[in-house]
């Protein structure tokens, strides 16, 4: 009798997710997602270390153990509605690059509390579920030229590069030359330079959790060596969301300020065309995508990641988006939801690690490794740039260039935005400028003279 109902939920759930007729297996898309966690997974101790107030915000940042949960009950919900709505193999976390952006951009620099922060991720969660769910997507997707795309990947991707070198006290301050190369005789610094080195020769050598074994041998080395402390425990209940639960909802008309349009717009954008990129490049490598090079359930793909974001914001965390790593479940076998299923139920089980997950989050100089090697793969974006031509290589540049330089990438994606319809026009080409690329031009230069302090 148990073996019938068992045999009826397995073809249920088979038929559900089209595991068969995917080439797949139930042990395959098992495997894919714990893959897939173990690749993604030092999002619990990185995102804690970046939205924290035991770390860079100090007392302006969120509750630490608060951030744990947030981080981990936002990545099981989206990772679970991509998996059972979408029916695709791909995980969602609050994204790396867009938590900088609300912590050193938004926070720190432009003094919004992380509170009002919060209502802003909301409102790009809630206009990219409308986004998503209309033919308005696509009209977006053609407005904003490939470039420049590009362009702000690699920038986001610099600027997490620089914070982990300063983090790590790689690169530190000077009054001389603004920046210049920190003390090699430290052992924090020495630390981080062990923890750089095993994560890039991990990740040279395809190790699909290559950023999580580098996070895992430096906090030993740490430990062995007095850097870093030992945890006081393995595990405790899962706490601190009643810190952050529902902040994004109360200070919701807070948000409504002109501040608060280029912050909503910065992570719309991002978010928007990240997520895009990401889902069409898992689905391309799993062989999901259509004859035509369309994804397929588009509609539903793009609005799961835009639900993760809104109820990120509500529980307590960053952008909540579809993670690359999801690549290495991928190559494992993974196909269908099932894989995000399987992923979900481990960051549901890693939620109760917070003792473990702490040490880690708490110590910059284990979690900077990761932030220059995420910056180092989302900075090969810069290779699709065409340099050759000046009408995209300078509003390319400019971008880039300006996300670490000025510690913003916000202000790296006005600059560029403003520059794209200028090198147009002076090329001749002022046809091929999208009007909303105008509109953004406006909005950015009123940015700047009205709104930057």
């Known amino acids: 009798m148990a073996s019938d109902v068992l045999t009826r939920a397995r073809g249920r759930i088979d038929g559900y997710?089209?595991?068969?007729?995917?080439?797949s297996t139930f042990k395959r898309e098992a495997m894919?997602?714990?893959?897939?966690?173990?690749?993604?997974?030092?999002?619990?101790?990185?995102?804690?270390?970046?939205?924290?107030d035991e770390g860079a915000l100090g007392d302006k940042g969120i509750p630490m153990q608060a951030v744990f949960t947030a981080t981990a009950v936002a990545a099981v919900f989206g990772t679970l509605v991509m998996g059972i709505w979408a029916n695709y193999p791909i995980a969602?976390?609050?994204?790396?690059?867009?938590?900088?952006?609300?912590?050193?951009?938004?926070?720190?620099?432009m003094g919004i509390p992380w509170q009002v922060a919060l209502s802003g991720t909301l409102l790009s969660?809630?206009?990219?579920?409308?986004?998503?769910?209309?033919?308005?997507?696509?009209?977006?997707?053609?407005?904003?030229?490939?470039?420049?795309?590009?362009?702000?990947?690699?920038?986001?991707?610099l600027f997490v590069a620089f914070l982990g070198l300063k983090n790590a006290g790689i690169v530190v301050n000077s009054d001389a030359t603004l920046v210049t190369l920190g003390d090699f005789t430290k052992g924090t610094t020495l630390l981080a330079l062990f923890g750089l080195i095993v994560t890039v020769v991990f990740l040279v050598l395809g190790w699909h959790g290559a950023v999580l074994y580098g996070i895992v041998s430096t906090t030993i080395l740490g430990m062995v060596t007095g850097l870093v402390g030992v945890p006081d425990g393995i595990a405790e209940l899962p706490r601190g969301l009643d810190q952050t639960f529902g902040q994004a909802i109360i200070h919701l008309p807070d948000a409504f300020t002109g501040q608060m349009i280029v912050v909503v717009l910065t992570m719309l954008f991002v978010d928007f065309f990240d997520a895009s990129g990401t889902l069409i490049g898992v689905a391309n490598q799993a062989g999901l995508l259509n004859k035509d090079g369309t994804l397929p359930r588009a509609a539903s793909a793009m609005a799961a990641d835009s639900v993760g974001t809104t109820a990120g914001a509500i529980i307590g965390?960053?952008?909540?988006?579809?993670?690359v790593e999801s690549t290495a479940g991928v190559s494992a076998g993974g196909r269908t939801g099932l894989t995000a299923v399987t992923t979900a139920g481990w960051f549901l089980i890693a939620m109760f690690c917070y003792p473990i997950f702490s040490v880690i989050a708490g110590s910059a100089e284990i979690t900077s490794a990761a932030l220059i090697v995420v910056g180092i793969l989302m900075a090969r974006s810069m290779g699709d740039i065409d340099w050759q031509k000046l009408e995209y290589s300078v509003p390319a540049f400019i971008t880039i260039i300006m996300m670490p330089l000025t510690y913003s990438i916000a202000n790296g994606l006005a600059m560029g935005m403003i520059f794209y319809p200028i090198v147009m026009v002076a090329k001749g080409r002022i046809k091929e400028v999208h009007p909303a690329m105008w509109a953004l031009m406006v909005l950015f230069l009123a940015y700047f003279f009205f709104l930057v302090e």
């Not at 965390?317 to 993670?323: D, L, N, Q, V």
């Open 17 to 23: 997710f089209g595991i068969s007729s995917s080439g």
């Open 32 to 52: 894919a997602g714990t893959v897939t966690f173990l690749a993604m997974s030092y999002v619990l101790a990185v995102n804690p270390s970046i939205l924290g």
């Open 92 to 109: 969602l976390a609050p994204g790396m690059g867009l938590n900088a952006f609300f912590a050193y951009t938004v926070v720190l620099s």
């Open 125 to 157: 969660g809630i206009i990219f579920f409308i986004l998503a769910i209309t033919k308005v997507r696509e009209r977006i997707l053609n407005a904003i030229p490939l470039q420049m795309k590009f362009a702000v990947g690699a920038g986001i991707g």
């Open 317 to 323: 965390t960053s952008t909540t988006t579809a993670y």
